[in-house]
């Protein structure tokens, strides 16, 4: 199975839960996995995390050095997958203009064509809303598109993945 992250899945990751200096372990997670073709994003992702900022953080230089974890969007299928989603949330009766503009202008409607697709799952930590939340959502959009979502928690889990303590030789090394 392939896992398509969100931008909040890294985002979340080092503001809260695995932030890079304490975590580490989470980081070459993500990235030993990609190298076995598990997980990985896509390119709309990669722009989201690399903007020209004028103190880039840890996540934008993390997001560079593995720019081999963001996969392109260019084929005629996704752009085709793209078009529907796009027409799907124009044409929703309780979405206003600037939520669509905003949905539209991000990596999230990508995200989900892209995992329609080539089958993958979208790990996310947005949450359904319901039918009548004028707020586009991933797992909403997703679930009109047969494309399943799931949140980096599970997913740790689903990989077998265990983020294990250092000895106390491995933290004199790193220091």
Not at 11 to 19: C, L, P
Not at 57 to 76: E, M, P, Q, V
Not at 135 to 160: A, G, M, Q, Y
Request: charged share 20%; net charge negative.
């Amino acid at each position: 199975m392939i896992y398509l992250l969100d931008a909040n899945s890294f985002i979340q990751a080092k503001n809260f839960h695995y932030r890079m200096n304490v975590v580490p372990g989470f980081w070459t997670w993500l990235v030993q996995k990609h190298e076995q073709a598990d997980i990985r994003s896509i390119d709309h992702v990669y722009s989201e995390l690399t903007k020209t900022t004028p103190t880039p953080d840890d996540l934008h230089n993390w997001s560079i050095t593995n720019k081999h974890f963001f996969h392109g969007s260019k084929d005629i299928q996704i752009q085709q997958a793209y078009a529907e989603i796009a027409n799907h949330v124009v044409q929703h009766s309780i979405y206003s203009q600037g939520e669509i503009a905003r949905f539209l202008s991000g990596a999230d409607p990508w995200l989900i064509a892209v995992a329609r697709t080539i089958g993958a799952v979208i790990v996310t930590h947005e949450v359904m809303v319901p039918n009548n939340s004028t707020k586009v959502k991933i797992p909403n959009i997703s679930r009109v598109f047969d494309v399943e979502c799931t949140d980096i928690f599970d997913l740790l889990e689903l990989t077998f993945a265990q983020l294990v303590l250092g000895t106390e030789a491995d933290k004199q090394a790193h220091y």
